[in-house]
């Protein structure tokens, strides 16, 4: 069963521009986690916000967490053509904290 | 930093053949984890194991087994291969089911 949709599926834009993506998942969670993936690549894992947590940053990346609307955004600041990639989320849900669910991403490409 | 490998980036079968796909990390990881990547379907869960020999169905286990023999090596079989089983297999390995998961690069696999 999927948790976790993320929006857009696909994303274009210019080098510098900021990119936003969503995931909107459907149970209550333990944690929520963000993932990239370069073509044909494994997973790299990104950030890890909790659920009592609403923000939260790294670099050029920030998470948001919004548990009231089952939402989270990855904010990439001042894109590089290296962001250029597919971008998952990953929740654990509180009643089932065996494993994470993955959404089915969003694909990122950024142009120089 | 921690290493997950697996023992194929791409193989290629043919229908009915018994398939071995191998994973090895090196962080003395309690956790490790198999996943089928296909598009537009993200990553679905095969199989989990918490420690040696022991094994959990994830949510797409049919056609498929694990082996977790030692604590660093975790090997998933597909018994006779079908078409429908033609996908990227990633593997990932974890300290705590909740914490980040480590993936490997991930094997392409088409069964003819």
């Known amino acids: 069963s999927q948790q976790g949709e993320e929006d857009p599926q696909a994303l274009s834009i210019q080098e510098g521009e900021n990119a936003t993506m969503n995931c909107s998942y459907k149970?209550?969670?333990?944690?929520l986690q963000w993932y990239r993936q370069n073509s044909g690549r494994g997973l790299v894992h990104l950030i890890l916000?909790?659920?009592?947590?609403r923000e939260k940053h790294s670099g050029r990346l920030r998470v948001t967490l919004d548990t009231s609307k089952k939402s989270s955004s990855l904010l990439i600041t001042a894109s590089r053509a290296a962001d250029t990639a597919s971008y998952f989320c990953?929740?654990?849900?509180?009643?089932?904290?065996?494993?994470?669910?993955f959404g089915t991403g969003t694909r990122l490409q950024v142009f120089p | 930093d921690v290493k997950v490998t697996q023992s194929s980036r791409y193989l290629v079968k043919r229908t009915g053949e018994k398939v071995f796909l191998e994973c090895v990390q090196d962080m003395d990881h309690e956790n490790m984890f198999w996943y089928r990547q296909d598009p537009g379907l993200g990553l679905r869960l095969i199989y989990f194991s918490y420690d040696v020999k022991m094994k959990e169905k994830g949510d797409i286990p049919e056609g498929y087994s694990v082996s977790r023999e030692k604590k660093e090596r975790f090997s998933l079989i597909l018994e006779s291969a079908s078409t429908n089983q033609t996908s990227m297999y990633l593997c990932?390995?974890?300290?705590?089911?909740?914490?980040?998961?480590?993936f490997g690069p991930g094997t392409r696999l088409t069964v003819l």
């Open positions: 149970t209550s969670i333990n944690n």
């Open positions: 990953a929740t654990e849900p509180r009643r089932d904290t065996d494993k994470l669910i």
């Open positions: 990932a390995s974890s300290s705590s089911p909740r914490d980040e998961q480590f």
């Open positions: 916000i909790r659920s009592n947590e």
